[in-house]
């Protein structure tokens, strides 16, 4: 998705305002005029200058507002990001409860067959073999916490 | 020489060569797979790097990128798709030669090539480094900042487009930096009440969303489409090799010195060295016109550039902790998270450590031949691998890897918000590159410039009162002001009728 450059740049003009409001008490250091809040005022004023001028810049060659521009067509691309962002989300709120090996099959098994279109079973098959890499390599390799969950049992 | 010895033997260790080994295999898979950049295998990469010794981390990810760039000429040559942006340029004319029946010199003069550049590149930066280092011992603060500043500037110069776009994009860098706990004062910043916040953002999830999840975002919706046939060539693949590369060897010595010097500009890397040593190749050669035809002149040193744009990068990373593209301020972070800081005290410090980095430089340039040679007799394989089933294992693979570095859900949070901050970017042509560098760079200018001011009380002309840092601001100012130039030419350009297309 491409936006007019009126749209970015007042985007970065109203992070360099947050960044300025919200420096504002931070206190300098003692018997300084220079402290904490010096380096988020100098850039939040930069950023305000510069997002002001791509603002000019985007009202004056007067582009669209908002317009379709990827190489992809829009509907497959709103499709993939709604399947890595729901992907994201039902891992991070599932994982805790079920544990990684549960969850990881799943939303492999679900990718995979939407993107790899060879039926149930064969993205099954490859979902758990992935999963289990991932969990040898990770979990103990690596020795990260992977959330056994519901298999704790059966894993130990 | 006790140093040298000392590391080797830190180099000829099992473990460290099984990494080596390892990561180039990797490297060569993520480069051979069009979608997949070098910076992303880096990206995927530190969170199984966090968990090694300093040398062997670096290693895997010298490997991995070096084997990268060579593996992404691969499917230019077969299918006319870069694997990987630093092949873009010669694409077409891999393909062409190819299609003349000469894929395996195409080919052939990308992996040899790629190995001579590399070597090239590691023989300046181990000739080059130390000296730099050691004049570089006399630096304090005042220059340091200079220095950072410097780099970011230059970053958003060479970035290419519209500069306004690229000082946007490292002023959110500086504003990422500076959430949590400031190294001065030790005020919080920007936390809005949130524990995850107080120690800031960490590097790795940034750098997975940014690399990884930003291009995921944009190859996945063409997943799952089935791979075009692909020939490979047959025959001996060295054929002719050794002489065309001999016939045009000043252009492999160009492309090498060349390639070093653009990956030692902070912000510019292979892709950009490959581009411009293409373009002077071009120009200085003798039949010009034979280019973009299937002429091996610029495969050669174009080839040699990139993967010597890899060594170069490090001249200023390891000398002064000032990263010289993406793959570089990567390994800062890292190192850094290993208690090492990059910089002159390094050298110094830890001779050994910085010889047996050179050395592993070396290997991985050397493996390039047999390991490239490899992935071209096994390139159809190679690129049968199914997106479908590709793409969703690195999905998962971000996410547990995002997770890794702090175990912590929340930063699978700040990797999803910035994958897609920086899909919003790229599609507005906002460069990643110096956000990135930016988010790096920027606590070391802050604390520079604290420390500096808290030693002078609070005189700003402090900071050129030095012969050194005069001459490193001058050279900021001069960069400000080519930005500035570079823009209003631009934007002059642009407000033509007709041209306003091709800038915009």
Not at chain 2, 370 to 385: N, S
Request: proline content about 5%; hydrophobic content about 55%; aromatic content about 8%.
């Amino acid at each position: 998705m491409r936006t007019s450059d009126a749209i970015s740049g007042s985007m970065a003009a109203a992070l360099g305002a947050a960044l300025i409001v919200a420096s504002a008490d931070l206190s300098p250091l003692p018997r300084q005029v220079y402290g904490a809040g010096t380096f988020p005022k100098v850039v939040g004023g930069l950023l305000l200058l510069m997002g002001g001028l791509l603002i000019l810049k985007g009202l004056r060659q007067r582009q669209a507002l908002v317009r379709w521009s990827g190489k992809v067509a829009g509907r497959p691309f709103l499709l993939a990001l709604g399947a890595v962002v729901a992907s994201v989300i039902a891992y991070v709120l599932l994982t805790p409860l079920l544990g990684f090996p549960v969850v990881a099959v799943t939303l492999l098994t679900l990718l995979f067959l939407m993107y790899h279109r060879r039926g149930w079973g064969r993205a099954l098959l490859i979902a758990v073999m992935a999963t289990a890499v991932i969990w040898m390599l990770f979990a103990q390799v690596l020795h990260v916490p992977l959330a056994p969950g519901l298999l704790e049992q059966v894993l130990y | 020489m006790n140093e040298l010895l000392q590391a080797a033997s830190m180099v000829l260790d099992a473990e460290v060569i099984l990494v080596i080994i390892a990561a180039s295999l990797f490297g060569l898979f993520m480069g051979a797979i069009p979608g997949l950049t070098a910076t992303m295998a880096t990206a995927l990469l530190v969170p199984v790097t966090f968990f090694m010794e300093p040398l062997p981390a670096i290693a895997a990810i010298v490997s991995a990128t070096a084997m990268a760039i060579v593996a992404g000429d691969i499917p230019g040559a077969l299918l006319r798709m870069p694997g990987t942006p630093a092949s873009a340029v010669y694409a077409d004319e891999a393909y062409l030669l190819g299609k003349k029946g000469k894929l395996g010199l195409a080919l052939g003069i990308n992996v040899t090539c790629s190995m001579l550049g590399g070597i090239i590149g590691v023989a300046v930066l181990a000739l080059f480094a130390p000296r730099i280092a050691e004049f570089a011992l006399q630096f304090t603060s005042d220059e340091y900042f200079w220095l950072a500043l410097l780099g970011l500037s230059c970053a958003i110069l060479v970035a290419g487009g519209d500069p306004l776009k690229g000082a946007i994009s490292m002023l959110i860098g500086l504003s990422l930096a500076m959430v949590g706990m400031d190294s001065v004062s030790g005020q919080m910043r920007f936390t809005m009440g949130s524990y995850d916040l107080l120690a800031g953002i960490s590097l790795l999830p940034v750098l997975i969303g940014l690399f990884a999840i930003t291009e995921l975002l944009r190859s996945l919706p063409g997943a799952g489409q089935s791979a075009a046939n692909v020939e490979t060539p047959k025959g001996k693949l060295l054929d002719g090799v050794a002489g065309t590369t001999w016939r045009y060897k000043g252009g492999v010595a160009r492309g090498g010195l060349l390639g070093t010097m653009i990956g030692a500009l902070p912000g510019a890397g292979a892709d950009i060295a490959s581009w411009i040593s293409y373009a002077i190749s071009r120009k200085l050669s003798r039949e010009p016109q034979k280019y973009g035809t299937g002429h091996p002149e610029g495969l050669v040193s174009a080839s040699a550039a990139n993967n010597a744009a890899l060594s170069g990068a490090y001249i200023p990373a390891l000398v002064f902790g000032i990263p010289g593209d993406t793959v570089t301020a990567i390994i800062i972070g890292v190192l850094t998270t290993k208690g090492i800081t990059p910089g002159p005290d390094v050298f110094t410090e830890q001779g050994a450590l910085v010889n047996a980095i050179f050395m592993v430089f070396v290997l991985a340039n050397l493996l390039l031949l047999p390991l490239g040679l490899m992935a071209i007799k096994g390139a159809g394989r190679l690129l049968a691998v199914p997106t479908g089933v590709l793409y969703p294992l690195i999905l998962m693979f971000c996410i547990v890897g995002a997770f890794s570095a702090n175990n912590s859900m929340f930063d699978v949070w700040i990797m999803l918000g910035l994958g897609l901050v920086g899909v919003f970017l790229m599609e507005n042509d906002f460069p990643l590159g110096p956000l990135i560098l930016a988010f790096i760079l920027g606590p070391i200018i802050e604390s520079n410039f604290m420390r500096s001011i808290l030693k002078s009380d609070g005189d700003l002309m402090a900071f050129v009162d030095r012969p050194i840092a005069m001459v490193l601001a001058g050279l900021a100012i001069l960069t400000w002001t080519l930005i500035i130039a570079n823009g209003i030419w631009k934007g002059r350009q642009a407000g033509r009728p007709g041209k306003a297309k091709t800038v915009a």
